[in-house]
């Protein structure tokens, strides 16, 4: 099958980092060592198709890895693992002339309410035997995967129509002469579009295909605590460090050198540039201790080394400072803005207080939910509390309004962009109220549970969407303020989409 199917797939090429960006290079790393070390002659790639990616050429084989380092527990109906099936299955269907393998790894642990995940898990080295359980998997993937089909495929055609359709409705006879050319290319990628989803809804809709492929993925849960995860990775890299250095080299020196080497990759511009290998391994090793100081930025270890302490929560006020990482993201995200003259940018315009009390009147009970949602974080300071609840009510109006008056003026590009962010925060919170459910049912369990701070957790879940609005700027030719994505979380709340406290503590 055509790597044409690779539009289907969800983006995870963006340069940068994520939420688990120093799990993730460890993770890379620990590879790529083990590669050199076993004389396997592959090529590791740093953030493209998926977190990892290690292609055997002369083996004909491909093996995708993504990595996750969360604190939160996983379910079949998790989005992180929706995605991460979606996004291997693209891969599946794309690169059929490889002997495909996925694997997924985290830190984490599995729901203990999800008994079909469960078992797949406790199974997976034996499913070829286990006939019910493949059936049951085969038609719970087949739901899943045909409605990311949907979702997407949709998505893709809108662009397309819109794009056709602004290029059809000039007036000017010269532009329209101009502009033919490029309607029938894009006729074209519509059709093309059109064949592309019948052949993956037949792929999808094909026993025999589904079970191939959920027999070739692999699930690692370690369940171990974030903090401690990172540490031992860190430890598992010094062991097979040590093992391949030259005598007398330093451990640390190396480490650091390895790891902004594949920060560097990560971040390269294009994708066939972010590889590494044995070859590339052992230039390192050969390299004079001046070369490696010269080659490690020494600002991203400092960096690495203060947010692997932010994560056990060790140092006070490291929420403050812009971490390179971020910062890096953040030029790319401003060299794309300045690169496009007609980028568009979207912020909440200012509302009349008659407009805002229009909204108020109309949803009373949202607003009532909201205000109650925001005392049960227990600001202890009541002038405060009062500020939060001004701004939160002023910002979901502003936005509620904005939202009107796009639709009204017929401004469909704008509209869209902002609900296809609002439906990226309504799922993520959706899903965070589910998790934290999920935690405090674990709280006396076995599995380690630290006691849920709600102002902790209000002020890191505004960092979380900060991060999808990052992600979202990355993949389009729009610029969204802070302010819009704040509106939406409030609104979320109005609408019970999120609560930032724990139903079983207040």
Not at 8 to 32: E, H, S
Not at 202 to 223: G, P
Not at 279 to 288: G, H, P, R, S, V
Not at 362 to 378: A, F, G
Request: glycine letters at 2%.
């Amino acid at each position: 099958m055509s790597q044409e199917l690779i539009i289907f797939k969800k983006d995870t090429d963006a340069v940068g980092t994520n939420r688990g960006f120093v799990y993730q290079y460890l993770k890379t790393l620990i590879q790529w060592l083990k590669s050199h070390q076993n004389k396997n002659d592959v090529v590791i790639y740093c953030e493209v198709e998926d977190d990892i990616k290690q292609v055997n050429v002369e083996k004909g084989s491909i093996e995708w890895t993504q990595v996750k380092c969360y604190s939160s527990v996983f379910n079949l109906e998790s989005n992180d693992i929706t995605k991460t099936l979606y996004n291997f299955f693209v891969l599946y269907a794309s690169y059929e002339s490889f002997d495909g393998k996925f694997r997924f790894e985290t830190n984490s642990r599995l729901s203990s309410r999800d008994q079909l995940f469960s078992d797949w898990v406790e199974k997976q080295s034996l499913l070829e035997n286990e006939v019910e359980l493949l059936t049951k998997l085969v038609i719970h993937i087949q739901k899943s995967l045909g409605e990311m089909l949907t979702e997407k495929s949709d998505s893709l055609k809108k662009d397309i129509a819109s794009k056709i359709m602004k290029l059809e409705s000039t007036k000017s006879s010269a532009t329209k002469k101009k502009n033919k050319p490029l309607i029938e290319n894009l006729k074209i990628e519509l059709l093309n579009l059109g064949n592309n989803i019948k052949l993956m809804k037949q792929k999808i809709e094909e026993s025999e295909t589904l079970s191939d492929f959920i027999k070739r993925i692999e699930w690692s849960f370690d369940k171990v605590e974030s903090e401690h995860a990172i540490q031992q990775l860190r430890d598992e890299a010094h062991i097979l460090l040590e093992q391949i250095i030259p005598k007398q080299g330093s451990i640390i020196l190396y480490f650091n050198r390895l790891l902004s080497e594949i920060f560097f990759k990560s971040t390269e511009a294009k994708m066939d540039e972010r590889c590494i290998d044995r070859e590339l391994l052992q230039e390192i090793l050969n390299e004079t201790e001046s070369e490696i100081k010269e080659f490690t930025d020494q600002n991203l270890i400092q960096q690495l080394e203060g947010l692997e302490i932010k994560v056990i929560g060790k140092i006070d006020g490291l929420d403050s400072k812009l971490d390179t990482i971020d910062q890096k993201l953040n030029n790319v995200i401003a060299d794309r803005v300045s690169s496009y003259p007609d980028v568009m940018l979207i912020d909440l315009p200012t509302a009349e207080i008659k407009e805002i009390e229009a909204i108020l009147a109309e949803e009373s009970d949202n607003q009532s939910k909201l205000e109650v949602k925001i005392r049960k974080i227990n600001i202890k300071d009541p002038e405060q509390e009062g500020n939060i609840i001004k701004l939160a009510t002023e910002l979901r109006c502003r936005y509620l309004i904005y939202l009107q008056k796009l639709k009204l003026k017929g401004l469909h590009k704008e509209y869209e962009a902002l609900k296809s962010l609002e439906t990226k925060v309504q799922v993520h919170c959706t899903n965070t109220v589910i998790v934290n459910d999920e935690t405090l049912a674990l709280e006396n369990s076995e599995f380690k549970i630290e006691r849920f701070n709600p102002a902790a957790f209000w002020l890191n879940f505004q960092n979380d969407l900060k991060k999808i609005l990052k992600e979202q700027k990355l993949r389009s030719k729009i610029d969204i303020e802070d302010t819009v994505i704040f509106a939406q979380m409030y609104q979320m709340a109005a609408e019970c989409y999120l609560r930032w406290h724990k139903e079983g503590e207040n």
